[in-house]
C-alpha cells in the first residue's frame, strides 16, 4: 500500500469516528430533552449580594428519572462563616438526593439531609461561627414535598396568588403558635410579633425540629414553586412577585426579574437575595 492510500485510509477511519461521536451525542442530547419533558419541570434561580459584602444566599437543584429537588440555603455568621454554612448544607442536600431511593421516602430523606447538614457545619466551624437557614422541595409525580428550617420561605403560585406553605421558625411565629396553644396570653404574644429573630436554624447544637408538610399537595400543572430567602420578601412587594410569576418568559427569566425588584429597591442595607423557580408541566 503507498504512502498516498494509507494517508487516505487514515482520513476516512477519523472521518467515521467523528461521525459516530456526533450521532452518540446527538442521541444524547435527545435522550436529555426526553427526560426533562418526563420530569415535567422546568427550573430558574437567580440571587443577588445586594448591599453585603459577602453572599451568604446558595442553591441547589438536582433531577433524577424519581423527580426533582431543589434546595435554598440563607448563611448566617462572622467573615466568611454564613457563605460556608450555606454551602456545606446545599451540598449535603445534594449528594443525598443524587441518590433515586431519596425520594421513595421524602419526610425521612428531608430529616436525614438537615441533620446531616447540621452536623456536617459544626464539623467545619466553630458554634456561632456559621449558621443557615434552609428550604427544601421535592415534586414527584405531581406531587409537592417541603420542609424547612430557619425562614427561607417556600410558596405556590396558582390561581394568580402566590401563597406560602411554610411559616418558619422566628420568635414571631413562635408566639403566634404558643397563644393558639394556650401558653401565652394575647398580651403576651402580641408583644412578641414584631420579634423576627431565629431561633432555629442549622448549625448549633441545640438545633431543633424540621417543619414539614403536612400531606404532599397536589400539583395540576402549570403551578409555580418558589424558595424565597428573607432578604427577597422582605424587600419586594409581595404583589410585584406575583405580577413577575404573571409575565411570558422562561423560569429562568422569571427568576432574573423577581432578583431585579430587589436589585431597583430604593431601601437601605439590602440584604442577600436568592429564589429558586419550579414551574410544574
Same mark, same amino acid.
Given at each position: ?85 450555606? %454551602?456545606?448544607?446545599?451540598? =449535603?442536600?445534594? $449528594?443525598? #438526593?443524587? +441518590?433515586?431511593?431519596? @425520594?421513595?421516602? &421524602? ?89 423576627? %429573630?431565629?431561633?432555629?436554624? =442549622?448549625?448549633? $447544637?441545640? #438545633?431543633? +425540629?424540621?417543619?414539614? @408538610?403536612?400531606? &404532599? ?65
Amino acid at each position: 500500500m503507498t504512502i498516498p492510500e494509507i494517508i487516505l485510509l487514515l482520513l476516512g477511519s477519523a472521518g467515521a469516528i467523528l461521525l459516530i461521536l456526533r450521532i452518540k451525542i446527538g442521541i444524547n442530547n435527545v435522550w436529555r430533552m426526553s427526560k426533562r419533558k418526563r420530569l415535567g419541570c422546568e427550573i430558574g434561580a437567580s440571587r443577588t449580594i445586594s448591599d453585603r459584602e459577602v453572599q451568604e444566599d446558595e442553591y441547589g437543584i438536582t433531577e433524577t428519572e424519581e423527580g426533582s429537588m431543589a434546595v435554598l440555603a440563607d448563611g448566617m455568621g462572622k467573615h466568611f462563616g454564613g457563605k460556608i454554612a450555606a %454551602r456545606t448544607a446545599v451540598q =449535603v442536600f445534594l $449528594d443525598m #438526593f443524587e +441518590d433515586r431511593n431519596a @425520594f421513595y421516602n &421524602p419526610q425521612y430523606s428531608f430529616r436525614k439531609a438537615f441533620q446531616g447538614a447540621n452536623r456536617e457545619i459544626l464539623n467545619q466551624l466553630e458554634e456561632n461561627q456559621g449558621s443557615a437557614s434552609v428550604a427544601a422541595v421535592m415534586i414527584k409525580e405531581r406531587k409537592l414535598y417541603y420542609a424547612t428550617v430557619g425562614n427561607v420561605k417556600a410558596a405556590v403560585y396558582r390561581n394568580r396568588e402566590l401563597v406560602p406553605v411554610t411559616s418558619g421558625h422566628t420568635i414571631n411565629v413562635l408566639a403566634k403558635q404558643k397563644y393558639k396553644e394556650g401558653k401565652l396570653t394575647r398580651q403576651e404574644a402580641v408583644s412578641l410579633l414584631d420579634h423576627h %429573630r431565629l431561633y432555629n436554624y =442549622v448549625g448549633q $447544637d441545640g #438545633f431543633r +425540629d424540621v417543619e414539614f @408538610f403536612d400531606t &404532599p399537595i397536589t400539583l395540576y400543572g402549570g403551578e409555580y414553586v418558589l424558595l424565597m430567602t428573607d432578604g427577597l420578601y422582605e424587600t419586594a412587594r409581595w404583589k410585584d412577585i406575583e405580577d413577575c410569576l404573571e409575565e411570558e418568559g422562561s423560569c429562568q427569566e422569571k427568576a432574573f426579574k423577581i432578583i431585579e425588584l430587589v436589585n431597583k429597591s430604593q431601601e437601605e442595607e439590602k440584604d442577600n437575595a436568592a429564589v429558586v423557580v419550579l414551574q410544574i408541566r
